[in-house]
């Protein structure tokens, strides 16, 4: 499809007529009419207001400890009540305190995590796209040798040495999943830098930084947007596969894999203390992939089946 999009416009007579759009309001009116973006975009939009919100409306303490309230179930349960509507985990805290810090830990360690990686991976491929070459070569062999490389493990094995941290997390997980940006940019730069107006900017004697800022990097911003919201939801995964080991996020913060490491000893007879943040884990990640894959289909529709 071309910078506009064919559209029917139904007038009161109930005859169609067929007009186009500028491209802004053809991608909002694409963006209307995508049932999972509006659902990612809502849910998510629901989930980052009880994460920032939620501490100046609940009156429980994250850290707060109830030896006798140990283990009270949900609100729906037959034992549960309104005073802890989600029940309280082994210690006694309440489970929605934790789960808004658990959420607000997620949300910022896959948003910094993923802009990190994005301008490492950003800066690489543009700049083998752009220069092509022995630059390319080099940037070429470093994607080679990090895609070779299982996240996870190697995950794993820095922070089991360096240890975790809320900011080790943060690092090591930005420096980890560069490697998508770098290939979406390398791919899409070379693609631009060979159009006829970047030549003739270099031939009246543009500098390259401003070629490079000015006229190939605002057209890679949508592909950079899609990707970091896959991204984003990979690097929580991430964090919470780590810190349900036991070697990320560490207590007493509240993260949503450790809630589901420290209550996986009561999850047969109390299987809420697992299922609740369990839940609240599909349901943020389903929200940003929701979102990734309608940015996707809106930016590019010819790429839709």
């Known amino acids: 499809m071309s910078d506009t999009e064919t559209v029917r416009i139904e007038r009161e007579t109930g005859h169609e007529v067929t007009g186009e759009l ?50 009270v179930p949900p609100v729906w349960h037959a034992k549960g009540s ?51 070459g022995r630059v390319d070569a080099v940037i070429s062999y470093f994607i080679t040798i990090r895609l070779a490389m299982p996240t996870i493990l190697v995950a794993l094995a820095v922070v089991s040495i360096i240890g975790g941290s809320l900011t080790i997390m943060i690092l090591v997980l930005g420096l980890l999943i560069w490697d998508r940006f770098a290939v979406v940019s390398r791919t899409a730069g070379r693609q631009i830098a060979s159009n006829e107006y970047i030549a003739a900017a270099q031939a009246i004697g543009v500098p390259v930084w401003r ?16 990707i970091a919201t896959l991204e984003m939801a990979h690097a929580i995964l991430l964090e919470s596969a780590l810190s349900f080991l036991g070697i990320g996020v560490q207590p007493p913060m509240a993260s949503l894999g450790l809630m589901v490491a420290e209550g996986k000893e009561h999850m047969f007879f109390r299987p809420w203390v697992v299922g609740i943040p369990g839940a609240a884990l599909f349901l943020l990640v389903l929200a940003i992939n929701y979102m990734g894959d309608g940015l996707r289909d809106i930016a590019a529709p010819e790429s839709r089946a």
């Open 22 to 71: 500028p491209p802004r309001q053809a991608m909002l009116r694409r963006a209307r009419r995508h049932p999972g973006f509006l659902l990612g975009v809502g849910l998510l939009a629901a989930l980052v207001l009880f994460a920032f919100i939620g501490p100046l409306v609940w009156p429980y303490d994250t850290y707060a400890q109830s030896l006798t309230n140990r283990l």
């Open 82 to 132: 309104w005073v802890h509507p989600l029940g309280t985990d082994h210690l006694g805290r309440d489970l929605v305190a934790r789960l808004i810090q658990g959420a607000q830990i997620s949300l910022l360690i896959g948003f910094l995590a993923t802009a990190l990686s994005g301008v490492i991976g950003t800066a690489m491929g543009l700049s083998a796209g752009f220069f092509g």
């Open 211 to 226: 070629i490079l800022f000015s006229e190939i990097l605002p057209n890679l911003a949508g592909h950079v947007i899609v």
